[in-house]
């Protein structure tokens, strides 16, 4: 009897240890960010990098000061800028509904210009459009509608918000993130083939242009957080990041990302960095965002990425 038990608590352990060990898996995050005078460059690169990962989560979360706001400030500040020549390629304006209920919205846009040829469909249902450089995901949400998310196909880059908390009638957009094999040409971009979007899950499926794939399914949404589910198949590999953060910082107060922290693997713990000192950090959380508020995007969201897993579902 008493051998029993001890081998069924060892065999409890086990399965607990296994899957704290998948839910704890540790990524290396390396920051390659370079410092500017300009609020409208990208200049904070956050890289993400695993062997072996499949699976993980993106959490926008209202920074907290988000009550003590008083003027909302999103307006670009080109102060410092230095505009040099464009690269840009012409195309025809579009704005075209994709997808729609009552509550749901999918909208694609298509610019004057963008700074990609690509033209990278689009497919909803039996529908496939082509030649968007947005897509806009809005939900109708106490009497209005909010739009929560964004990828940009032609170059990877996806914006999330959550909604707007009841002391604002809307919230601004911040930093950036990339899913999938990030590469540089100019500027870090993933190279999207084709676009899926299933509105019955809230799910993007991308195809990307060397192969693999992944999904970014909205999981959560309300007036604090938007949580996304991503998985990646196959894995990246450490050779390139699987994800990484775009922001921009030049100081505390005029910036969409001034700190960030992390919590390594088996501890409770949590390093704290101004974003422009941190180096690099094996971590099973990452946290970026900003402590006061800032006239840049006052009101944009906080990121979190954790629950890394090796696993398939």
């Not at 999938?180 to 083939?193: N, S, T």
């Not at 309300?222 to 198949?233: F, K, M, W, Y």
């Not at 953060?245 to 409770?268: F, G, H, I, P």
């Amino acid at each position: 009897m008493v051998l029993a038990a001890l081998l069924a608590a060892t065999a409890a352990l086990a399965i607990l240890a296994g899957a704290s060990a998948q839910v704890e898996q540790p990524v290396e995050v390396v920051n390659d960010s370079t410092p500017t005078r300009c609020a409208e460059e990208d200049n904070v690169y956050i890289k993400l990098r695993a062997e072996q990962v499949r699976r993980f989560r993106i959490e926008a979360r209202h920074p907290a000061y988000i009550g003590t706001i008083v003027a909302d400030r999103w307006a670009p500040d080109f102060a410092n800028c230095t505009v040099t020549g464009s690269a840009d390629y012409k195309f025809e304006r579009r704005r075209l509904t994709l997808y729609e209920t009552e509550d749901w919205q999918l909208v694609g846009l298509t610019f004057p210009s963008f700074w990609r040829p690509n033209s990278v469909p689009v497919r909803v249902g039996q529908r496939t459009e082509t030649g968007f450089h947005l897509l806009q995901l809005w939900t109708r949400f106490q009497e209005r509608a909010e739009e929560v998310l964004v990828l940009y196909p032609a170059d990877g880059y996806w914006r999330a918000r959550p909604l707007a908390p009841q002391t604002l009638r809307s919230s601004a957009y911040g930093s950036s993130f990339l899913v999938g094999p990030v590469e540089v040409h100019g500027r870090p971009l993933v190279d999207i083939r084709a676009v899926t979007f299933d509105p019955a899950t809230r799910t993007f499926t991308l195809a990307f242009a060397r192969g693999g794939s992944a999904t970014l399914r909205l999981d959560a949404l309300d007036q604090e957080r938007i949580e996304l589910g991503v998985t990646i198949e196959p894995p990246i590999g450490e050779s390139q990041p699987f994800a990484a953060l775009r922001s921009m910082y030049v100081t505390e107060t005029n910036s969409d990302v001034a700190q960030v922290a992390w919590r390594e693997q088996r501890t409770a713990l949590w390093g704290e960095s101004p974003v422009m000192s941190f180096k690099r950090a094996r971590a099973v959380e990452f946290w970026a965002g900003r402590r006061v508020p800032s006239r840049h995007n006052t009101s944009a969201p906080d990121f979190t990425f954790r629950d890394f897993a090796t696993g398939e579902r």
